[in-house]
């Protein structure tokens, strides 16, 4: 399974980007799929999720900012950032609970991350 991120870019704070990932390969079914955020010298934190029937979970400082997506039929997971601000600043990295079979459990697996600059 292999994950193909794009959308990440500079851009001044107020201003907006989309992020997407598309999934590809050996995929039965889709459970999880979320984005998550990367300082320098930080561990990752999730940013937001979307479950496999499109309940949606957001960091507090992106609440309202931010919204996640999925498209199902193309094994893709978006994230709309409105709004954006000099804190958003970081490598987002998507990752998705993939099914490779039926009855066997999901595995995470990672794409390679973007990087979101916001001027200020």
């Not at 930080?42 to 931010?66: C, D, H, M, P, W």
């Amino acid at each position: 399974v292999q994950l193909q991120a794009s959308g990440g870019g500079f851009v001044q704070a107020g201003g907006s980007l989309r992020l997407s990932c598309e999934a590809s390969g050996n995929i039965f079914s889709i459970n999880d799929m979320a984005w998550y955020r990367q300082y320098p010298g930080k561990q990752r934190e999730v940013v937001a999720s979307i479950s496999s029937n499109g309940r949606t979970t957001y960091l507090n400082s992106v609440e309202g900012r931010f919204t996640i997506s999925r498209d199902n039929a193309k094994n893709t997971v978006y994230l709309e950032m409105n709004s954006l601000k000099p804190e958003d600043t970081g490598v987002y990295y998507c990752a998705v609970v993939v099914q490779t079979s039926p009855g066997r459990p999901g595995v995470t697996y990672w794409g390679k991350g973007t990087q979101v600059t916001v001027s200020s």
